[in-house]
Every structure is written in C-alpha cells, then in structure tokens.
C-alpha cells in the first residue's frame, strides 16, 4: 500500500524559510501528492498539492524530485502561526474510480521567536 | 459558508453506550468522508461517501461502526456499544469530487469522545 514518511519533528525560526519533506518510494503514477497541516485543536487544512510539476501558491511551494519519490514543502518565511503539524499525503486512485487520503504521520513544526 | 459542522463537540459516555456523531457538509460537495485519530494510530480513514453512496468502508474497525448518509447533507457514525478504546477525535471532511477535478478536502472542527 503506498506510504509516506516523514521526519517527527523540526524546528525553524522565525522568518526564515523551512524546508519539510517526505518520502514516498512506493507512489505510483497517478498518485497526487497533497499536503495538510492541522493547527492545535483543529481538523487539518489543505495546504498545497501537485503531480510532477513543482507548484506555488500563496501558503507554500511544493517541489517534486523529477522521479516522483520524494517531495518538500516549503514555506518561505516561517511565522508563529506555522506551527502545526505538517502532513504528506498521497492521493491514491484505483481502477475502480475511487480514490483514498493516505495520511503519513506528519511533521511536528516549532516556530521559534 | 459555515465549512464542515460536526455535532456534538465533545463526547462523554460509558462503556456499553451507544454515540452517534453527526456531520453537516458544506453544500454542493458530492463526497464525505469519516477519519478518527488517536496518538497511536494517527489520522485513519474510517468510510468514505460519494454521492451518498459508501464507496470504501475498509477502515471500519468492525461491526460495532456504522456510518450513513440519508441525504446530500447530512451523514451519522455510529458507535454500538462503545468500548474505551474507541477514545478518539473522529472528524468529517466533504469535498467536491470528480474525474477532471483534484479535489481538496475540508475538514470539520472535530469531535473529541471519551469512553470511560
């Protein structure tokens, strides 16, 4: 079954950028590569996706190694309300039309002052 | 838009019980889904709603769980009876699904259960 793996923890300062990756050596190629973070006490909030391309919206950047195994989320200028924890998520489709959300265990990210 | 609503916020019952949890998509999404997480296990998806139609429920932990979705906008899970190892956090997520489209998934605000 594909899987994601992630590092438990990191940290960054405050205003710098922060680099968060994710490994997915079983992905295959239809699998979307999404990413969510989840604030304390809150459900997850979808951050950014993509297939192949690297792709950049107003939260974060998304770059994707050109053999798809492995991606990095990046945020370009960490703030205190960055903290949460980050998850790489593979966007599974079967045959069938349907697809699955598999969640890896996520990034705990500490923003310091 | 009031995003994903999730009744109730918190849940304390006893073992034995029977809880139902409830969630209210945001309207126009086609698919639902069921996640419960826990420290042990993390976020895991419990059944999945297309159309109101289930479509995967292989993470369903077994015949005590059962979700459904009489209409568009509104789906139930329900727990019976409860055990203590069903302590989680279970939230609802809808989305608008389809073929052409990569959807993006909202989550609701939770609900914690505690089963004593």
């Known amino acids: 079954d594909a899987k994601t793996t992630q590092p438990n923890s990191m940290e960054s300062n405050e205003e710098e950028p922060v680099h968060l990756p994710c490994n997915h050596s079983?992905?295959?190629?239809?699998?979307?590569i999404h990413w969510y973070r989840q604030l304390p006490s809150q459900g997850p909030e979808y951050v950014i996706h993509?297939?192949?391309s690297n792709v950049n919206n107003r939260m974060a950047s998304l770059a994707i190694a050109e053999d798809r195994k492995s991606s990095t989320l990046i945020l370009h200028r960490a703030t205190l309300r960055d903290a949460a924890v980050y998850y790489c998520i593979l966007r599974v489709h079967y045959v069938s039309g349907t697809y699955k959300y598999i969640f890896g265990t996520g990034t705990r990210l500490k923003v310091l002052a | 838009d009031a995003g994903v609503i999730q009744s109730p916020r918190h849940e304390v019952t006893e073992m034995g019980q029977e809880v139902t949890l409830r969630c209210k998509p945001i309207?126009?999404?086609?698919?639902l889904f069921w996640y419960r997480q826990t420290m042990m296990r993390g976020l895991e998806l419990l059944i999945y709603f297309n159309n109101n139609v289930p479509i995967d429920d292989s993470g369903m932990p077994e015949d005590r769980f059962s979700a459904k979705m009489p209409n568009a906008s509104f789906s139930t899970l329900k727990i019976q009876p409860s055990e203590p190892r069903d302590s989680a956090v279970y939230f609802c997520?809808?989305?608008?699904?389809?073929?052409?489209?990569?959807?993006?998934?909202?989550f609701g605000p939770g609900t914690r259960l505690t089963v004593l």
């Open positions: 309207s126009g999404h086609n698919s």
């Open positions: 993509g297939l192949t």
């Open positions: 079983t992905i295959s190629g239809t699998d979307y």
């Open positions: 997520a809808s989305s608008l699904t389809s073929e052409e489209y990569t959807d993006t998934q909202y």
